[in-house]
């Protein structure tokens, strides 16, 4: 008689889609990126999935990663930039124009992701177009 039920597999392990590199992945971290103008520590977490997963995933997502990277470091020297000038007033107009180019800029790289494209140009300062 067989066992019709033999327990869980502890050969290997399943993780979930989303993080493993890939397309999924990426965008997870772009969703990560967006939520942290309102929650600021899923920037910190999405980050850090970016920084694992480079290098792994091959193909086109590879920029996606260099993208991500990058649009977190920029994004967050523009934003202390701002803070500095916010004792000059001007730095509260300069960190609306960081969170609309942070913004963009994510949106832009999940549209490519979307529609299975590399980031043109995924060491911009810009908007990587």
């Known amino acids: 008689m067989s066992n019709a039920n033999p327990g869980p597999d502890t050969?290997?392990?399943?993780?979930?889609r989303w993080l493993e590199?890939?397309?999924?992945?990426?965008l997870v971290i772009y969703i990560l990126y967006l939520t942290s103008l309102a929650i600021g520590?899923?920037?910190i977490i999405g980050i850090v999935l970016a920084y694992i997963n480079r290098g792994k995933a091959g193909g086109f997502v590879e920029s996606h990663?260099?993208?991500l990277i990058r649009t977190f470091w920029i994004g967050l020297l523009y934003a202390l930039i701002s803070v500095v000038l916010m004792?000059?007033?001007i730095g509260f107009v300069l960190m609306f124009a960081v969170a609309v180019w942070f913004i963009v800029r994510c949106i832009l790289g999940i549209q490519a992701?979307?529609?299975g494209?590399?980031?043109k140009n995924p060491e911009s300062w810009f908007l990587g177009q």
Do not use: C, H, K, W
């Open 11 to 16: 050969g290997s392990r399943q993780t979930d």
């Open 21 to 26: 590199p890939g397309q999924t992945n990426a």
């Open 41 to 43: 520590v899923t920037g």
């Open 65 to 67: 990663y260099t993208f």
């Open 87 to 89: 004792m000059l007033v």
């Open 113 to 115: 992701l979307q529609r």
């Open 117 to 119: 494209e590399p980031i």
